[in-house]
């Protein structure tokens, strides 16, 4: 019979107490106070500037206030008069809306037709994409929107063309017909962000994709349409859903070209502007409150349809 030895350990070597981890452990305690430290700034600034106002926002919004008076609670009071009492409400929700769903779609065809232009290879590419960004970086800005209502005036560079060519053109920004048009415009015009992203996008497809679709006889409209639109459709939706967002919360330019009103016959009234008018003309911050949360569900919530819709038209290299 074999016998088998097994080496037992003595008991005062079952836990040998790591060299040390004591030191360690109060290393470690006194970055992480360290990094507190350095948070708590940031931290405050979230509480007060950022948390704070979200929840006083959405008390005022049950509440008659109108900064010159003590908050009164009228409960749903606000939210029932938006969609029952207050035509222009429904009117800068359809004017938006009319705005989101032309402006976007536009916007995105031409940086995605831009972005396929400068991916071919140009020399001084650099220098090209960042004349193509300057649109994104000025076209919110105050200067830019009183350009452009010089530019669409009775008299402005717009009908100055068209006079050349004999025609007589109308104040563009003047028209209830073309006004929102020429808002839609510089919208298109701020093309620069989504390209850039865009041509980042193309540049991630691999050329042997192409090279094996040539081989194969396709055309430029098939690889498009098979390989190049595919592949970008996660960059796609990543512009959609940003334009998207800054569209519904669009504000200086409406407000410049209108002269602040949302004019003419409320052509131009933005949600963004109505709410500014009736919290900061009219006093009636308690409604504007109101106007902003619905504001923020109805852009969450066509943030989330866009999410549920994704997995029937994104692609993803990993799916299949």
Same mark, same amino acid.
């Given at each position: 019979m074999t016998e088998v030895s097994v080496a037992v350990k003595p008991p005062h070597a079952a836990k040998q107490p790591v060299r040390g981890g004591h030191r360690s452990t109060k290393r470690s305690r006194r970055e992480a106070r360290a990094a507190y430290l350095f948070l708590a700034p940031w931290f405050a600034g979230l509480l007060i500037i950022t948390i704070g !106002?979200?929840?006083?926002?959405?008390?005022?919004?049950?509440?008659?206030?109108?900064?010159?008076?003590?908050?009164?609670?009228? #409960?749903?009071?606000?939210?029932?008069?938006?969609?029952?009492?207050? !035509?222009?409400?429904?009117?800068?929700?359809?004017?938006?809306?009319?705005?989101?769903?032309?402006?976007?779609?536009?916007?995105?065809?031409?940086?995605?037709?831009?972005?396929l232009v400068l991916d071919r290879g140009l020399r001084g590419l650099p220098i090209y994409r960042s004349i193509f960004y300057l649109p994104s970086l000025l076209g919110g800005s105050v200067a830019i929107a009183i350009l452009w209502r010089k530019v669409f005036g009775a008299e402005g560079l717009v009908n100055a063309v068209l006079a050349v060519f004999g025609i007589q053109g109308p104040g563009w920004v003047g028209d209830p017909d073309t006004a929102l048009g020429t808002l839609i415009l510089l919208h298109v015009w701020t093309f620069g962000a989504p390209m850039i992203i865009f041509l980042a996008g193309l540049r991630q497809i691999p050329s042997s994709y192409y090279e094996a679709a040539s081989v194969d006889g396709?055309? !430029?409209?098939?690889?498009?349409?098979?390989?190049?639109? !595919?592949?970008?459709?996660?960059?796609?939706?990543?512009?959609?859903?940003?334009?998207?967002?800054?569209?519904?919360?669009?504000?200086?330019?409406?407000?410049?070209?209108? #002269?602040?009103?949302?004019?003419?016959?409320?052509?131009?009234?933005?949600?963004?502007?109505? @709410?500014? @008018?009736? #919290?900061?003309?009219?006093?009636?911050? #308690?409604y504007a409150a109101a106007m902003a949360w619905v504001l923020l569900l109805i852009i969450a919530g066509l943030t989330g349809v866009n999410f549920l819709a994704s997995k029937y038209w994104v692609f993803y290299g990993d799916t299949k």
């Open positions: !106002p979200i929840f006083a926002s959405l008390y005022l919004s049950f509440t008659d206030y109108s900064l010159l008076e003590e908050a009164k609670w009228v #409960g749903f009071d606000n939210y029932v008069k938006m969609f029952t009492e207050d !035509p222009r409400f429904l009117a800068s929700l359809k004017v938006t809306t009319v705005y989101v769903i032309v402006s976007v779609p536009l916007q995105l065809a031409f940086a995605l037709a831009l972005a396709a055309g !430029p409209l098939r690889q498009f349409r098979s390989i190049t639109l !595919p592949l970008l459709t996660p960059i796609i939706f990543f512009n959609l859903v940003l334009e998207l967002i800054k569209s519904f919360q669009s504000f200086t330019q409406a407000f410049i070209v209108s #002269g602040g009103k949302g004019g003419p016959a409320d052509s131009t009234l933005f949600y963004t502007l109505y @709410l500014y @008018l009736q #919290g900061f003309k009219n006093y009636d911050m #308690g």
